[in-house]
């Protein structure tokens, strides 16, 4: 059996799952509730620089700490704080990198040099996220990847063992393949929990946009960006710097360059090794300031420079769509188990698990909450909650729901003193009436302020982490 788009269709099953791709997609995937229901990200940026130090990071050590062992491994290319990055490593990840650029777009495939030194950064700033996330002790069980696992199978078409030798066919290897998904789960998390859960937006915040959203709700923009970003408290100088940097590559792009080939060379974000490639973004969940710049280009042309709060963008307008606009809502079935009700949260926890297990299983979602579940208006039903509507669930079990391709099973979520399992069956779109507009502006305002502050967050993190590239070929041209 081959399968020969199957890579591709596991990175975008990855996204609705745990909302991290396979390799370098961005982190945040939480789809709002305003069609077209596909969310493509705004990629975090990462530092230009090959040694950075801050007085503020508490791991930071005086000299480059190699481990002990170090003659018995491969070349050390990189050290990140108290972990190491092997050129084995690199290899292997820009190895999958470069098939996949050859596959989708040629032309953005970057020089050699170029593409080693792009994806290096990535492995860095991914290398700093897992340790904070391990030294938060954050976990991923083998019943969250496993059920993680069932939901990318059934987005193929596929059962578990089918996936295994698809993967395998494809010279693959299926423990690299669950190292690579709990590792973006366990940075789905810890964004959650460092950026996102730290979200608070007021009513009147959410009025404002609602109004703003009437206009812009049926436009959205299939995109490429390029993004130059500035350091952590930014002088003047290095300000006009970048700018100059920025201005530079458009007259290149006007000049007739490839865009994908120079986002692919330059830019500073996670989707730079997609040649750029943001695909469909909704307009009113982008900045003010990019919005109403992209709502004057065509298709085909590119925007002006772009100031931002983290650095400086240039965008390609590929295709732009205005529709009607239309709310998202969910055929969706819930178990529910309340610590509240004589179950103690560590056993509700564990039952949770069970669940997972017996899912993973074959046994079907409808047995289980009629088993398990103790919300008494659902639970003899299967967990049927019918279509749900923009602001029917608290605002974490919609994001989740939301996430979900048909079909597929969420991790447990707590919220409160309850903990949730989420079945999405189907999706709609309905026009947007003045009930849902509000539920609908909170979910999009929510979507554009976290990836700001996601871009802040990651640009901190790694500014404020020890990093030294041992390989000078590795090093920015700037450094």
Known sequence: MSHPRLALALAVALNSIC????????????????????????APATSASDRVYSESSDLAPSVAPLPSNAEDLDKVVAVVNDDIITSLQLAQRVAAIRARLQQQDPNALPPEEVLRRQVLQQMILQDVE????????????????????????????????????ALAQQGQSWTQFEDDLRDRILVDRLTQ????????????????FARQLKELGGVSFDLQQIFIPLPDNPTPDAISAARRQAQEIRDRLEAGASFSRLAAEVSSSRDALQGGRLGWVKAAE??????????????????????????????????????EPTVTEVKAAAIVL????????????????????????????????????????????????????PGKLPDELERTLLALQPGAVSSPVRVGDAIYILQAQAQRQVPVGDEQILAAARMQLYNRIARQRLEEWQ?????????EILDPSLRSRDA
């Open 130 to 165: 897992l340790q904070i996330a391990k030294r938060a002790g954050i976990k991923v069980d083998q019943a969250t990847l496993d059920q993680a696992i069932g939901n990318i199978a059934r987005a193929n078409n596929l059962t578990p063992d089918q996936l295994r030798q």
């Open 193 to 208: 929990q460092e950026v996102e859960s730290r979200i608070h937006i007021g009513p009147d915040e959410v009025k404002t």
């Open 338 to 389: 309340r610590a509240s009700n004589g179950l103690q949260l560590q056993e509700a926890e564990a039952r949770a698990q069970d669940i997972e297990t017996a899912l993973q299983g074959g046994t079907r979602f409808s047995e289980l909450a009629r088993r398990y579940s103790q919300d008494p208006s659902t639970a003899a039903a299967g967990g049927e909650l019918g279509w749900v509507a």
């Open 459 to 467: 640009r901190r993190i790694r500014d404020g982490a020890y990093v």
């Open 19 to 42: 909302t991290v791709g396979l390799a370098d997609t961005p982190f945040v995937n939480r789809d709002s509730l305003l069609a077209p229901s596909v969310l493509v990200k705004q």
């Open 286 to 323: 982008l900045p003010p300031a990019i919005s109403q710049t992209l709502m004057s280009l065509k298709p085909g042309e590119i925007s002006p420079v772009i100031p931002g709060p983290t650095g400086f963008h240039i965008f390609k307008v590929l295709d732009t769509k205005h529709e």
